[in-house]
């Protein structure tokens, strides 16, 4: 298991930093937004696939661009 590159790390928390701001409009509340957001993103902590990672990150762009 190799940890994972620097670079994909940054683009996670790019991603995640990205949706917490447009979330602050959601219609059923920013905590709720928040707390839903931290559990998607907690949930794939342990991925060290950096394919897999990537993969995460375009779900997550595609997630921002309200598809």
């Known amino acids: 298991m190799s940890p994972t590159s620097p670079a994909l790390r940054h683009q996670v928390i790019r991603i995640y930093k990205e949706l917490l701001y447009l979330g602050r409009d ?3 509340g920013y905590d709720f ?3 839903r957001l931290h559990k998607a993103f907690a949930s ?3 991925l060290t ?3 897999r990672i990537r993969k995460g990150i ?3 762009e595609f997630v921002k661009k309200g598809g």
């Open 26 to 28: 959601y219609p059923q």
């Open 44 to 46: 794939q902590k342990d």
């Open 49 to 51: 696939d950096e394919e």
């Open 33 to 35: 937004f928040r707390a």
């Open 58 to 60: 375009e779900r997550a």
